[in-house]
């Protein structure tokens, strides 16, 4: 939800090991292959014949690989954690209790979804639109978002101060074009989207469902089960589908949400208010203890002006429908085996292509890690973090970020002036490597021995009463938005700074062993990526002090956006499954941080001893090591479903294309492989483009 520029999307929560040698592994590529024809093909293809995605995963690649080693660590944290009582409020207690829920199926399956009754209730006892909208503000003080998002971030134009931010919500499915398309994909999946909606409300027990259908929408049904009980059932679907389609027409699409200009819309309450006569701001907000605020950010007013309209349009039977529907689904995955495997045969198998589930343990690890992230974060420094590694990672960045000064200085299209303020903000990068100098404080978490998804609950109440709690202090730039044993990185445009947790330092992209090449090829391509999110279409609108304003002349923007164009028009021209295309705009900004990424790192590469030398290891020149050491990074296999739900949500390309796409702009890598103009992916010295 808030603005950050990672390596990869999603990542993060698949998990199982393989011992990585340090270095190239000859026995990845497929040599057969010409590297100027299908260059990830020859540099990995046979890591991608032998490693197919295994039937729990809808991808298995590189990220998966380091999420394996720290697997192993978090089952030790769990074991731990469950071995024995730690006092009331401990870290481990906390650690232990939410697990253990987890993993209690008997006392789950029992209750199955009774936890949630109180919250049915509540929204059974809604007679007007009015209570409907200020069920809408509890539910959000309850840690629940149904039909809009909200949290407190820095003021993208004063990143001194932080603001309350309203975005567009109210989807189940992972865009709107999931309402809108009509390609043969989409229909399919709102067909199984529909019978899942009714197979969940069928679960559902008859006390709840005569409680829900009791209206005159549903024919004021006494008999809820069997054939009648479908009946309810798939037309409580039909109205849910309707009206989030409505909500889809309303909804800003995802090119124009990358546009930070569009999506900043400050306004002071009053005004908010104004759009919405349903709802009056001052009242919601106060329903979840958002202390008085002069102005908030509204990310696509459009949105909720459309929210407004339906509010005023939709019979309060639909609403009622559609926000059991919202609470069901959210919580469903951990409530009895019934309910989350239905979840499951939805979004995992139609979605993304899963075959099977994953093991419970592994389900319920990967959820707590989830959901107490630096307070599990802070056990697996301890274990599985050698300081050495910060004061590696510092060089490599320290090294990278005087090459990037360089090649800003002799860049032949920027003026003086620009460049001027663009080596400000390159010299005052915030670094964070490893883990947070100041921990998290989980201390007002209250973790029980209760039902797993209370504990689900509890959790989310506490992160919103925290997030008010830290609005009240204001801006603390040494917060970190993801845990360290996250395998991921990314640049924050709000505080000009680049974050690279302790799960990415290890193989495949970061080694303490392997030669200058490899590092520099993989994880120096990562800190390179991460630094020109600095300057990516995106992130080059804010300046030294993370403040969104414009710094550049005119001209030189200008010179800028032609290059990125090209940028735009390459990846429009890949196609995924044969017949996708790459949306082109939606990944301009990965992209331009992978191709300036690359060069950059490259050219810091060819300072180091190796770099100058260039001599063979195992037969591979130093440049070719350090080219297949970037392939090596997107080492990946998918689904088709995954394919498709990515293309259409992901600003990242995908990994096959990161693999060797940034590459075919650089003339080291033509002299590196002996690239020739017959050759697939060679690219004419005339439109290979450098911006870094
Ligand atoms: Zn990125």
Known sequence: MRKLLAILFGAGLALQVQAQSEGIHLEYMNQSVKPGDDFYEYAIGNWRKMNPVPPSESRWGSFNEVNENNKKVLKEIMKECTAKSYPMGSSKQKIGDYYR?????????RLRDSPLRRYYAEINGIKTRQQMVTLLGKFMSWGSRPLYGFYIDQDQKISSKLIPYFSQGGLTLPDRDYYLKNDADKVKIREAYTKYISNMFMLMDTVTKKMLFKGKRYGNNVSVSGEKGRKLADQAAA??????TKLAEGSMDKVSRRDPYKVYNKMTLADFSAITKNINWAEQTALYNLPPTDSVIVGQPDYFKKLDELISSEPIEVWKTYLT???LNSYAGYLSDDFSEESFNFSGKVLSGTKVRKPRWERVMMNTDGSLGELVGQIYVEMAFRPEAKKRMLELVNNLQETFRERINKN???????KKAALEKLGTFMVKI????????????????QSYVQNVISTGKWRMMDMMEKYKKGV????????PQTVNAYYNPTNNEIVFPAGILQPPFFYFNADDAVNYGAIGGVIGHEMTHGFDDEGRKYDAKGNLKEWWTKEDAERFDKKAEKIVEQFNNYMVLDTIPVNGKLTLGE?????????????????TEQGKKNEKIDGLTADQRFFISWANCWKNNSTNQAVKMLISTDPHAPANLRGFAPLTHHDAFYEAFNIKPSDKQFREPTERITIW
């Open 239 to 244: 109205d849910i589908i309707a009206l989030e």
């Open 325 to 327: 529907w919202r609470l």
């Open 476 to 483: 603390d730039r040494t917060e970190w938005m993801m845990s």
């Open 412 to 418: 032949d299209w920027m003026s003086a002036e620009t």
């Open 101 to 109: 829920s987890g993993m209690d199926s008997t006392l789950n399956n």
């Open 434 to 449: 490893g883990y947070p100098d100041k921990w998290d404080d989980f201390s007002k978490l209250e973790i029980r021995k």
């Open 591 to 607: 992209n331009l941080a992978d191709l300036g990424g690359v060069a950059i790192a490259y050219a810091a590469f060819k300072k």
